[in-house]
Every structure is written in structure tokens, then in C-alpha cells.
T-cell receptor, first 112, second 114 residues
Framework: AQKVTQAQTEISVVEKEDVTLDCVYE???????LFWYKQPPSGELVFLIR??????QNEISGRYSWNFQKSTSSFNFTITASQVVDSAVYFC?????????FGQGTTLQVKP | NAGVTQTPKFRILKIGQSMTLQCAQD?????MYWYRQDPGMGLKLIYY???????DKGEVPNGYNVSRSTTEDFPLRLELAAPSQTSVYFC?????????????FGAGTRLSVL
């Protein structure tokens, strides 16, 4: 069965600190996609990134970076120099034939 | 750019009442999904649709029904509301049903059943 685990329930940091959100997944598929979504206090889910199982290159987008390691089945997300606006719930998700399997989410609180 | 629109945003139901959660998208996406999000949990798939007239069950379909008469609309029906259905409901759409498809979400409907 496919599964996504986000072991960190809540993380609290002070503004400008770096923070890493962990995501570990399980799948028997050889081809799959992984996603990160952000859910700010307003409630909607916002797509952040998609990564396929054949592309293990790390990706950086501004203050965000993602580290995908197939050997450890992990797809971690790092925010550099965090800001108050980064406060949100972050979900990691694994695709299964177009259907997303979500982790439990990590609540990030960035304090000024 | 409306994207995915859900109505209502909030609703309180009494046990045994019924209601329909509305979802509409203006992106001409064939694939649409309904999820529920319980406190401290990730989203769980209730039903999905691959196009007008075609729907299928997800992980937690009991107590819900859906229909898809048009590409744009995908309503979710609760027939006999139960306290266990208290949750936040999200509708999503995607241009692709493959495992690569990005899903775009509505703002959610917060439902309480008392």
C-alpha cells in the first residue's frame, strides 16, 4: 500500500531561521510523482512543486528548496530565512494513478 | 481567474439532514475530486470523476454521493448527515488524470453536523 509520513506535526521557528520539513513515502510503483502543497491560514491548498521518480536533482526556487532521495524514500522541503508569511500547514503527497495520497501535514509557525 | 469555486464556505447541519456541496471549475479540466480533511489529518479522497457522466469511489465514499452532468460542476451530496461527517471538504480539478497531474483546489467548505 502507498503511504506518506510527515513525522513532524508542528514546528515553530523564529523569523530568518532555516527550517526543513520531512516527508517519507512508501510505494511499490517504479514510476511515481511527489508533490508539496501549502495550506495557509486562509484554508485553500496551494501547489508548490511536483517531482517525478526519475529526477533526483535537488531543486531551488527562491527561498524554497527540495531534496529528493530515492534511496531513503524521502522528499524533504527546506525554507531558507523563514518569514512570517511562511506560516502554514504543509502537505507532502504521493500520486497513485492520478489520485493523491496525502501525509498528515506539518504545521509551521514562524514567529517574528 | 476563478479556478475552483466551492459553496457554501460554512454550514451547520442537524443530524439526519441532507445537503449538497457545490463545486465548479472554469479551467475546462476533465478530472475532478472531492476530499475531506479531518483535524490533524491529511486529505482523504471521497469520490472522483474522469469526465462528465463518469464517477468513481475514493478511499472514504460511505455516506456521500456525487454526480457529474457537466465538465464544470461536480456536486457532493450528503443524504443523512452524521456527526462523523463533520470536516472540511475540498474540491479539486486537474487537466490530467495521470499520476503526473497537478490538482488545483478550491477554498474548502467547513461543515459541522450537530
Amino acid at each position: 500500500a502507498q503511504k506518506v509520513t510527515q513525522a513532524q506535526t508542528e514546528i515553530s521557528v523564529v523569523e530568518k531561521e532555516d527550517v526543513t520539513l520531512d516527508c517519507v513515502y512508501e510505494t511499490r510503483d517504479t514510476t511515481y510523482y511527489l508533490f508539496w502543497y501549502k495550506q495557509p491560514p486562509s484554508g485553500e491548498l496551494v501547489f508548490l512543486i511536483r517531482r517525478n521518480s526519475f529526477d533526483e536533482q535537488n531543486e531551488i526556487s527562491g527561498r524554497y528548496s527540495w531534496n529528493f532521495q530515492k534511496s531513503t524514500s524521502s522528499f524533504n522541503f527546506t525554507i531558507t530565512a523563514s518569514q512570517v508569511v511562511d506560516s502554514a500547514v504543509y502537505f507532502c503527497a504521493l500520486s497513485e494513478r492520478g489520485k493523491l495520497i496525502f501525509g498528515q501535514g506539518t504545521t509551521l509557525q514562524v514567529k517574528p | 481567474n476563478a479556478g475552483v469555486t466551492q459553496t457554501p464556505k460554512f454550514r451547520i447541519l442537524k443530524i439526519g439532514q441532507s445537503m449538497t456541496l457545490q463545486c465548479a471549475q472554469d479551467m475546462n479540466h476533465n478530472y475532478m475530486y472531492w476530499y475531506r480533511q479531518d483535524p490533524g489529518m491529511g486529505l482523504k479522497l471521497i469520490y472522483y470523476s474522469v469526465g462528465a457522466g463518469i464517477t468513481d469511489k475514493g478511499e472514504v465514499p460511505n455516506g456521500y454521493n456525487v454526480s457529474r452532468s457537466t465538465t464544470e460542476d461536480f456536486p457532493l451530496r450528503l443524504e443523512l448527515a452524521a456527526p462523523s461527517q463533520t470536516s472540511v471538504y475540498f474540491c479539486a480539478s486537474s487537466p490530467s488524470g495521470s499520476f503526473a497531474g497537478i490538482q488545483y483546489f478550491g477554498a474548502g467548505t467547513r461543515l459541522s453536523v450537530l
